[in-house]
């Protein structure tokens, strides 16, 4: 204890002389501030070549280069003095101090990026820089190209990446970044190369110095909703050609104005539902639900994909699809009214029927069209003992017409022998008519009507021409348009028959109609007859073959082929015969024989046809 005692007032008369002695040395010696290497250090010590943007920072509002010498960090793509030269020369400065001080400032926020981003982290697209010299004061954007080295707005290449000081990194660049237009985002992104040539087609406006106005300067600013390439090799597309030098000087022209807005910084906050959009090429509709969209006059929706690219002059959303102006339509209503020469009664049937026929063949489609000329009408109305289409009543008349239209685009080669449905629902049970093609030479409908002109070509479909109106099938059309059933039509009007055509041609509603027929085949009677032992059809006895050919008709009922069931009781002009659906649908006549129905619901207007594969035959017994 003695010796602690003794040794601590030794150390501490000793810490006392050291500090002592410091504090003499102060009188003598400034305190030593830490070395500072900010970005105004950076451009400082290399003023041999960059004392132009030195000079330039000083003069600049708010005292750029204090802001630029603090904490930072900020990203700065610096230009030497070379650059700063050929800027002033360009814009007819002989010095900095001749740059509007406002100008030169702006000009130089547009070289500086919050944030400290290495040349590794740069890629393809837009950033945000510090200058707000833009028409609503937001933050100007900057397009950076990374595809070779990189490049700035499409005029400043980085010379020298990644000079890494304390409050950021500085690139070097070749060239001063000017404050851009709409122009210079278009010309710098390669995503708008086609819209460019498009632009500055020779033939067009000078549209490049229009939207190159300044702001404030009519009729800046713009907003511009930018195509990109994609979209407008979609249109060609579309319109059918294979290179934007097809599309005509006037719809090129109309089409670009309506994709401009004039007077107008629109950011993409302020669209809403259902906005009118006036463009110097006329009025389009922006809609927000469920994402950005533009609807032009023809009813074409382009997606707006990307927004508020910002500007000093404007601002770009980019789009998905051209927007066209209204363009001439070519309906099947415009065919038929431009030959209104030969086809003014079907203009005229079309204006007159249900639920305005002809607007419904002058929309979307597609539809394919059986069109008869005015021979054809005038045959038809003498035929049905009209003297014009006025006095057709008009639920019949639209139902005729209705009965050449089909559903979808389908082109003569798309058409084969066989039925399919038409428009008309003029049927017993309110289902769509059939109609029968037969293309074994040429092509004939329901064996009244043959097309003399096919496949003209529309923008809602495809139109024939056919030489006859088809009117509304009976079950007796389709077997007699059908030569799968000729020795059925011989049985039916063989000489010791009933008037079974007569019969079998009432109209739906009255009696006996509706029918529902078995029809069967030519090979079905060829078939009988082997069976039957005999060598014609004349060797079957007339009572045999009335008894036959009864057995095959329902009255009064039209059986689609969902109606029937096992063991179901089917109650024929000539008998009781029995279906069955397990296993396929059959029906067994009183003999026990069984006929397989190989086709089903042939829908006429006054009934209904099942194709058979043997003929029914009456009880052999009697």
Request: glycine share 8%.
């Amino acid at each position: 204890m003695k010796k602690l005692l003794t040794i601590l007032p030794i150390i501490t008369i000793a810490f006392m002389a050291i500090t002592f002695t410091s504090c003499d040395d102060d009188d003598d010696n400034e305190i030593m501030e830490p070395t500072t290497n900010s970005i105004v250090d950076f451009v400082t010590e290399n003023s041999d070549n960059y004392g132009m943007l030195l000079d330039a920072l000083i003069k600049a509002d708010g005292d750029l280069a204090t802001v630029l010498g603090g904490d930072g960090p900020f990203t700065v793509f610096a230009p030497n003095d070379t650059a700063f030269g050929t800027f002033l020369s360009a814009n007819g400065f002989n010095s900095v101090d001749e740059v509007p001080t406002d100008v030169l400032s702006q000009i130089l926020l547009n070289h500086v990026v919050s944030g400290s981003v290495q040349s590794s982290s740069l890629s393809t697209g837009y950033i945000n820089s510090l200058s707000t010299a833009t028409p609503n004061g937001e933050n100007m954007n900057m397009y950076i190209d990374t595809s070779n080295g990189v490049r700035i707005n499409g005029v400043s290449s980085v010379t020298g990446a990644d000079n890494i000081v304390d409050n950021g990194v500085i690139h070097l660049v070749d060239a001063v970044i000017g404050l851009p237009t709409v122009v210079t985002f278009a010309t710098a992104d390669s995503t708008f190369s086609t819209l460019v040539a498009a632009l500055t087609r020779g033939d067009q406006p000078d549209f490049v110095s229009t939207l190159s106005t300044a702001n404030g300067t009519d009729p800046a600013p713009f907003t511009v909703f930018a195509p990109t390439n994609t979209a407008f090799g979609d249109l060609l597309t579309e319109l059918g050609v294979s290179e934007l030098d097809d599309i005509d000087t006037a719809t090129l022209t109309a089409t670009l104005n309506h994709h401009v807005v004039a007077g107008a910084n629109v950011m993409s906050s302020a669209l809403m539902d259902n906005m009118i959009v006036t463009t110097l090429g006329g009025d389009i509709t922006a809609n927000v639900s469920g994402g950005a969209t533009l609807t032009d006059a023809n009813g074409r929706m382009s997606n707006i994909v990307a927004v508020d690219v910002q500007t000093a002059n404007g601002i770009i959303h980019v789009i998905d699809k051209v927007i066209l102006p209204e363009l001439p339509t070519n309906t099947i209503v415009d065919f038929v009214s431009e030959n209104s020469d030969n086809y003014g009664m079907l203009l005229e049937a079309l204006g007159k029927a249900d639920g305005d026929l002809a607007t419904v063949l002058d929309g979307d489609g597609p539809f394919t069209v059986f069109a008869p000329n005015d021979t054809a009408f005038g045959t038809f109305l003498s035929a049905n003992g009209f003297n014009s289409i006025d006095e057709v009543p008009t639920d019949v008349l639209s139902q005729i017409l209705l009965n050449h239209v089909v559903s979808g685009s389908v082109e003569s080669t798309g058409l084969s022998t066989g039925y399919i449905s038409t428009l008309s629902t003029a049927t017993p049970n309110g289902e769509n008519m059939n109609m029968f093609v037969d293309i074994s030479n040429g092509v004939t409908l329901n064996g009244v009507s043959t097309v003399t002109t096919p496949d003209n070509i529309v923008d809602n479909g495809v139109i024939h021409l056919v030489d006859a109106v088809i009117g509304l099938p009976t079950v007796v059309t389709f077997a007699t348009a059908d030569s799968t059933f000729s020795t059925l039509v011989a049985a039916l009007t063989r000489d010791d028959q009933p008037d079974f055509v007569s019969t079998l041609s009432t109209a739906n509603g009255t009696d006996p109609a509706p029918f529902t027929v078995f029809a069967p085949t030519n090979t079905a009677f060829g078939d009988l007859l082997t069976e039957l032992n005999v060598e014609g059809l004349d060797d079957i006895d007339t009572a045999t073959l009335t008894a036959t050919l009864n057995h095959h008709v329902v009255a009064g009922a039209n059986v689609m082929d969902s109606a029937l069931m096992d063991n179901m009781t089917i109650t024929t002009l000539g008998g009781d015969i029995t279906a069955n659906v397990t296993g396929g649908a059959t029906l067994t006549d009183a003999n026990g024989r069984v006929s397989a129905i190989t086709a089903t619901n042939v829908q006429s207007s006054n009934g209904i046809i099942h194709v058979i594969d043997k003929v029914i035959l009456p009880s052999l017994d009697q």
